[in-house]
């Protein structure tokens, strides 16, 4: 499970909702969390489109949680939504090293989403990510039914 937040910022395109997450949600490597200090945010725009929303309806989840508070990770395709990664150190407040994405976005953008950041009046909202186990996912060890000795 991964708490994060949805922020929303003035882009030259408009108004967009960007997903921050502390990890790469494309990657297949364990993120090395072992300073247990954020120096990199990873962003990502729209991760609730109509894919989504189609890959949603097909899970046995409780109506609850096919909320805007979370993001299921049921399969879908974080490149596609990846805008970019930051270098964010928040006791100076102060940012560096952008790395652009499959979105590109200018460096005013950049400027605006990293300033969102540091402002507390900045408008954001917490969601909750998370991947849901379907029963076909327990591993009750390779046994088909259960043994007692008594």
Known sequence: MLNSAIITVKLESG??????S????QSNERPNLESGK???LYFYSQLQDD?????????????DFKSPDYIINCGQDFEKHYLGSLRIDFDTRSYSQWENGSQKLSEQDVDVLANALFDPQSQSRSVTMFTPTRP???N????SELNYDF
Do not use: C, Q, T
């Open 140 to 143: 009750f060890g390779g046994h």
């Open 51 to 63: 894919e989504y929303e189609a890959l949603l309806e097909k899970e046995a989840l409780a109506k």
């Open 38 to 40: 954020i120096e990199i």
């Open 15 to 20: 108004e967009s909702e960007i997903f921050i």
């Open 22 to 25: 502390p990890l790469l949600l």
């Open 136 to 138: 076909s996912d327990f």
